[in-house]
């Protein structure tokens, strides 16, 4: 089994910033990558911005120039900067791991953007 662990998420006013953590633990061999997923209340789950293990990055449309994603290989953690935050990136963020031919999926992390 792998777990990931979210962190970092809250409220905060349009134009800051946040840095959402996740950290894989537990059966890991394989991470073929890692990722963001978000989902507002009444939509579907769509992508944030996902990173492999050779360090390809995919970025929604909607985020970049905003948001980063960043990989700590020797930590297994993820990161996703966030920065000039709008009130339509509120949502639940979901971390997503690959690990060998698996999907595993955090708890989810709220973030709030409003003045």
């Known amino acids: 089994q792998v777990q990931l662990v979210e962190s970092g998420g809250g409220l905060v006013q349009p134009g800051g910033s946040l840095r959402l953590s996740c950290a894989a633990s537990?059966?890991?061999?394989?991470?073929?990558?890692m990722g963001w997923y978000r989902q507002a209340p009444g939509k579907q789950r769509e992508l944030v911005a996902a990173?492999?293990?050779?360090?390809?990055?995919n970025y929604a449309d909607s985020v970049k120039g905003r948001f980063t994603i960043t990989g700590d290989n020797a930590k297994k953690t993820v990161y996703l900067q966030m920065n000039s935050l709008k009130p339509e990136d509120t949502a639940v963020y979901y971390c997503?791991?690959?690990?060998?031919?698996?999907?595993?999926w955090g708890q989810g992390t709220q973030v709030t953007v409003s003045s």
């Open positions: 997503k791991a690959t690990v060998s031919s698996r999907i595993y």
């Open positions: 537990g059966s890991i061999f394989s991470i073929r990558g």
């Open positions: 990173i492999t293990s050779t360090g390809s990055l």
